[in-house]
């Protein structure tokens, strides 16, 4: 019997040991082959142009990189980076790049068989929200002399325009905002308010800033924030008493003359010869910017063509004769650093292109700056690329007849393809984009600020487009739309975006569409009018066909109420029009759907709505229900497996509607 056991505990032990040996083993190999720390970009999120492959890829720090490529077949591939053919250092299937800081394109030139690229040593990426190079601090989360305000959602107060909808005010002589930089530093965002003139013209005045021991004095101005009355709004002050005053926020850029280290006190005050009433103070954005991006072997400078930078006069002309010499010798443009002002009456709609396969370039988009009234572009052809400036306007209110976009395709011509914005910072626009009828369009890595409409629109059957890693805040209508107005938009992806703060309308809107992929955003704070996500049949669009997927968002405080006639809407907001119904195959699934204003998830409207299914979704903490469907719903959803926790109201309230019908399958 003794025999018997000392027998089992000697095979007991033997499995034991061979367990703990295999467990090790492996453990080392996938230490080996495993990474944490490196980025994996999936073949579905390329931006496709006939058979390139583009991949928007983010990175910490500038320098050489591995990249490993994996596919059902390889070969050697043609490989260029943010647009630059690469001389490749390749040994099967890993090649060395050397990368930006920041957000890189990677094309593949046949890319099909290609299922994902492997950036090693690159840094984990973001589950939701673009990837961006600076710190954020929240005012009221910093140390402060200040007021903090409460959190407040209601429509016209400061607060329901704030970041997380809170701020913190400086009023009296000392009062301040005190942070520790996490990161080196040499730029920084501020965004805050001060009160607007009398004759809502706009005024300037002045904050002080101190990094350790040094005084910088910051110029502050309301001229480009303020507006008042009714949509669409004006810059009169008396006409309060019609709808009264709101955009209230606006950015300042602020460039430092040094690097700070990380550990070095930031404090925004107001001292003595600083002004304004008051002085609203939101969040503050920093960052180590890297230095000029040099020019291209194969590109033009437009200081050779009569540009010069800095001296406030136009440069519009020259640009443009740098432009058609470029096309005439196939060579890109090289905007160099430096402040260019574009104003010529000539180019009311900014520079206009009509030839195909034109580059321009800047030297980032914190040192390359297109300045003025018309510092836009308005593309008439296929094969256009930007990379790497700023275009800054002077839009001051909504003039939807007047003021162009940032980028404009509106009137549609034959050949309008393949356009690629890179690393643009847009700015004091009525839009960033509209695009009608364009075949292929990649946004990757822009930051879209304070418009006075879409922060993005691809409308009017714009297909085959992905918007991807932009940062886009205070829109004053959708932060990105799909409006298929006439013609049906098809293939379109937004994936890993952040869009924070529309101040009208939505995070995310779709209006029709076919095959359309939301994907890994992170949408924040919908102020008024709108949801974070909305599947609409509004406007008389294409209706819906195919496959729409929203999955994997984060939508943090979404949602919002119409207060001209009082009818709240979810965070995700299913808005489906009588005579325009939604038959499409949607998906809502596997969503994170956190604190919003009133419902989470919540159907509009009594179009007919069928073939939706909402499943693995996490609703937490509603203002009113997790999912609420409307009195005039009509048709049905499939809702299942969803976790809905500390919904204020319920967590799903039908209505007693008979007309719309819950299923589980």
């Not at 607007?196 to 904050?207: A, K, L, N, V, Y």
């Not at 600020?449 to 487009?465: E, F, K, Q, V, W």
């Amino acid at each position: 019997m003794k025999t018997n056991r000392k027998k089992l505990l000697i095979v007991i032990s033997t499995i034991c040991v061979l367990f703990l040996t295999i467990t090790g083993i492996m453990s080392f190999w996938g230490k080996r082959f495993v990474n944490r720390n490196d980025s994996v970009y999936l073949q579905e999120e390329a931006y496709v142009f006939d058979t390139a492959y583009t991949y928007g890829v983010g990175v910490e720090e500038e320098g050489e990189y591995t990249i490993k490529i994996n596919g059902d077949r390889f070969k050697a591939v043609s490989l260029s980076v943010n647009g630059i053919l690469q001389s490749q250092t390749q040994k099967g299937r890993e090649t060395i790049i050397r990368l930006n800081k920041g957000i890189n394109s990677i094309t593949l030139d046949d890319g099909s068989s290609i299922k994902k690229l492997t950036i090693k040593e690159s840094g984990r990426r973001n589950k939701a929200g673009a990837f961006v190079t600076y710190d954020s601090y929240e005012a009221e989360k910093c140390e402060t002399k200040g007021e903090i305000s409460e959190e407040d959602r209601t429509y016209r107060s400061f607060a329901s325009e704030a970041s997380e909808r809170s701020y913190v005010t400086l009023r009296n002589t000392g009062d301040y905002v005190s942070l520790q930089l996490k990161e080196a530093t040499n730029a920084l965002v501020l965004r805050y308010c001060i009160p607007d003139s009398e004759d809502g013209i706009g005024r300037t005045d002045s904050i002080s800033l101190y990094m350790g021991e040094e005084k910088k004095t910051v110029e502050v101005t309301s001229k480009y924030s303020w507006v008042y009355g009714k949509f669409p709004w004006n810059n009169d002050p008396k006409t309060v008493n019609t709808g009264g005053g709101h955009m209230f926020f606006d950015d300042v850029r602020i460039i430092l003359n040094k690097t700070y280290p990380a550990g070095t006190q930031l404090k925004f005050m107001k001292d003595k010869d600083n002004t304004a009433e008051y002085y609203l103070i939101d969040c503050i954005e920093t960052e180590e910017v890297p230095g000029y991006l040099p020019m291209p072997g194969n590109a033009l400078n437009i200081l050779d063509f009569g540009a010069v930078a800095n001296d406030g006069r136009d440069d519009a002309k020259a640009i443009t004769a740098c432009i058609k010499e470029a096309v005439k010798e196939k060579k890109e443009v090289y905007i160099p650093a430096g402040v260019f002002e574009i104003m010529d009456p000539v180019f009311v709609n900014g520079i206009v292109l009509k030839e195909n396969d034109i580059t321009i370039r800047g030297a980032g988009m914190w040192h390359t700056v297109l300045h003025g009234n018309a510092a836009a572009f308005t593309i008439r052809a296929g094969n256009i690329s930007f990379y790497d400036f700023s275009l800054l306007g002077e839009v001051t209110s909504r003039r939807d007849t007047l003021d162009p976009p940032a980028f404009s395709m509106i009137t549609p011509v034959k050949g309008m393809a393949n356009i690629r914005l890179q690393n643009i910072w847009m700015e004091h626009w009525k839009v960033g984009l509209w695009a009608d009828v364009t075949d292929g369009i990649n946004i990757l890595g822009c930051r879209i600020r304070n418009t006075y409409a879409d922060g993005i629109n691809l409308c009017a059957g714009t297909s085959n487009c992905v918007i991807t890693q932009n940062d886009i805040r205070n829109t004053g209508d959708d932060g990105i739309a799909m409006f298929n107005r006439g013609v049906l938009a098809v293939n379109n992806k937004v994936l890993y975006n952040t869009v924070a703060l529309p101040w009208l309308a939505n995070n995310i809107a779709l209006y029709g569409g076919k095959d359309i992929t939301i994907k890994g955003n992170w949408l924040k704070d919908t102020i008024c009018f709108g949801g974070g996500v909305n599947i609409s049949t509004n406007f008389k669009p294409q209706v819906f066909e195919g496959t729409i997927l929203v999955e994997d968002n984060k939508l943090e405080r979404c949602g919002s109420r119409e207060n001209n006639i009082y009818a709240d809407y979810g965070a995700v907001w299913i808005n489906t029009v009588e005579g325009f119904n939604n038959q499409a195959e949607c998906i809502i699934r596997n969503n994170e759907i956190m604190d919003s204003t009133y419902q989470g998830l919540s159907f509009y409207n009594g179009g007919l709505l069928e073939n939706m299914l909402i499943e693995k979704n996490r609703i937490f903490h509603s203002g009113t229900y997790g999912i609420e469907v409307g009195k005039e719903a009509r048709g049905f959803a499939i809702i299942r497996n969803n976790q809905i926790t500390e919904a204020k109201a319920g967590e799903v309230k039908t209505n007693q509607n008979e007309n719309f019908k819950i299923r589980k399958k």
